[in-house]
């Protein structure tokens, strides 16, 4: 591996919230260690690590090269989660589509650029001095489902344990819930978004909101749910921030 597709992979490592990268040594008759060090092993996709506490690293390399259910077949790539590993706030979306699959990263196509600008506008306007980088991304499935459908619920359910664990992990003051499919992975939800949005659920004792899904946002005959999305959004942003 050369240099450059090193300090690749540990700025991909960083975009998904993850600082330290750990190698397994594995010198003298003691059992195996975890020991830190600045760079991962190149030979390994994944770096080894066993903490006690459970991290995203951690959880990462457990979702591994995941082939537990049938979405695993036609993605590129694994699109695990992005941001601040220490987020007061977690953004939950459906699952990954066809940029994001690409890339490797959450929320990175036309969705993804509205909900930058949802998060960073609402906040700028409200004062409150935060951007994207300082919250986390993630979605309910990993993979990216084929011609963006909405995943099934056993897909949800497999890929469900990971998003457990990253929300128990980050242990955020609030979740946002990007609409219905989050919705229903979190709180079980039958309603539609426009029943649950703009008032506070809870998942796990965190206070969660509903609020439309950017790409719904995108759809032209849907502008009205725009005000509202962003009504939904200052609230979140005032009571995980003020
Ligand atoms: N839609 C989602 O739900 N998640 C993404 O990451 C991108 C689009």
């Known amino acids: 591996m050369t240099k450059d597709q090193l300090r690749q992979r540990l700025e991909f490592y960083q975009d998904l919230g993850i600082k330290t990268v750990y190698r397994r040594s594995t010198t003298s008759h003691q059992p195996p260690v975890t020991v830190p060090v600045p760079i991962p092993n190149p030979q390994s996709p994944i770096p080894a690590l066993e903490p006690a506490q459970d991290s995203l690293l951690k959880i990462l390399g457990d ?120 919705a229903k992975a979190l709180l079980g939800a039958t309603e539609g978004v426009t029943r649950l949005r703009g008032k506070w659920h809870s998942w796990h004792d965190i206070q969660l909101m509903v609020t439309f899904h950017p790409s719904y946002l995108l759809r032209p005959y849907n502008q009205n749910a725009k005000k509202e999305a962003w009504e939904d959004l200052k609230k979140v942003l005032h009571y995980v921030y003020d």
């Open 63 to 182: 979702i591994g090269d995941c082939k537990r259910c049938r979405l695993h077949e036609a993605r590129n790539k694994i699109v695990f989660g992005s941001g601040n590993d220490q987020a007061r706030l977690v953004f939950v979306g459906e699952g990954p589509g066809a940029d994001e699959d690409q890339q490797g990263l959450p929320f990175v196509g036309r969705a993804g650029q509205l909900l930058t600008q949802m998060i960073e506008g609402t906040a700028a306007k409200e004062g409150i001095p935060i951007k994207r980088a300082d919250v986390y991304i993630c979605n309910v499935v990993k993979c990216r489902p084929p011609e963006n459908r909405t995943p099934q619920p056993d897909e949800m359910e497999i890929c469900g344990q990971f998003l457990y664990r990253q929300l128990q992990s980050i242990k955020p003051k609030a979740i946002c819930a990007l609409g219905g499919t989050a």
